[in-house]
């Protein structure tokens, strides 16, 4: 979005754009500056410079400047965003989406992911340190209060905010919050937010959170991992298991199913966590599977652990690997 800000500058010079608006001026200097009557306040002598290179105004008269949108939301007393909505609409461009208005969003929470070192201790902590992984999840941080600011002044609609389910009642969803994009193929489907104290732990947009975790990948292999959670995948993941997918908890819905059941040779492996409620839904969820003539086999971890907290507390790829290799078949 900050490309397309400059190139819509770019596109509609602030000088052409005054003269179709009938703005008469005359040269002055050698730099390619005009003066003429400022269009924002009544006046008898011009005091109103363009810069035709620079693409900028100035008023001594009123004391006020800056470029084609900031006059434009000077002269028409429009937002922000209703100002580049109005320009964009005299080019023909096409209004921003919520896909770009996602992609802004996480774009934004990962920049504020190195800003932030208590959020990258969270991660730390929760076992997850490999810088490659972290960018291949896209992974972020929202501090909260800084993007509603950040994306309007970028020119995106507030509406389309609330829609887009970044804001709610005029603030950010997401505060203090780690945020883990969810994809399908290339295009954001939600954000996932993982509190690092105080709250609801789990929270994601009010918006639909599509099929299985990075389905487009892991949907290639013949045996899958399924855990539970985002943060058991990133370990798994960062341990080089990457036909690991997630769920977002236990209960699968029928796209979900339908994904896993894509193929007849599938092996899906249910790593899920090992207290009695986990072991229970693992139970449930083996024989649903079972039902579609899936193969499927649990993996029984350590007690007390799934597969974040067992690589958080020194798990190695190794340590996994015994318990794929003794995963008990349903």
């Known amino acids: 979005m900050r490309q397309d800000l400059e190139s819509l500058k770019q596109r509609i010079p602030l ?7 009938n703005w008469t001026a005359r040269p002055v200097g050698a730099h390619s500056e005009y003066v003429g009557l400022c269009p924002l306040h009544a006046e008898t002598h011009p005091s109103f410079y363009v810069n035709a290179a620079k693409n900028v105004f100035y008023c001594h008269g009123c004391d006020r400047g800056g470029d084609i949108l900031r006059f434009v939301q000077l002269s028409r007393h429009l937002s922000f965003s209703e100002t580049v909505a109005h320009l964009q609409q005299l080019l023909g ?127 290639h292999y013949p045996d899958v991992i399924l855990v539970e959670g985002l943060f058991d995948l990133a370990v798994l993941w960062q341990a080089g298991f990457l036909n690991t997918t997630c769920a977002f908890g236990v209960h699968l819905t ?46 029984d971890l350590p007690a007390d652990h799934d597969p974040n907290s067992f690589f958080a507390v020194g798990a190695s790829a190794a340590d996994f690997h015994s318990c794929l290799r003794d995963a008990h078949w349903l």
């Open 15 to 21: 000088l052409e754009y005054l003269r179709r608006h």
């Open 93 to 219: 461009m096409p209004e921003p989406s919520q896909d770009d208005a996602l992609r802004e969003a996480i774009d934004f929470y990962r920049h504020q992911l190195e800003q932030h070192p208590e959020a990258v201790d969270y991660l730390h902590r929760r076992g997850v340190h490999d810088p490659r992984l972290i960018e291949r999840l896209s992974i972020g941080y929202a501090p909260g209060g800084m993007l509603r600011r950040h994306m309007m002044h970028l020119g995106y609609p507030q509406q389309l905010l609330m829609e887009a389910g970044l804001i709610h009642e005029r603030k950010d969803t997401f505060y203090r919050r780690i945020v883990l994009p969810c994809f399908e193929e290339s295009r954001p489907i939600n954000l996932y937010g993982r509190s690092l104290g105080g709250g609801s732990p789990h929270r994601f947009l009010p918006r639909p959170k599509g099929g299985l975790f990075a389905w487009s990948h892991v949907g």
């Open 254 to 299: 029928s796209t979900q199913l339908a994904q896993l059941s894509d193929r007849s040779d599938r092996s899906v492996f249910i790593a899920f966590d090992s207290d009695p409620a986990g072991r229970h839904a693992s139970y449930t969820l083996a024989q649903t599977l079972r039902n579609t003539l899936l193969s499927v086999r649990i993996v």
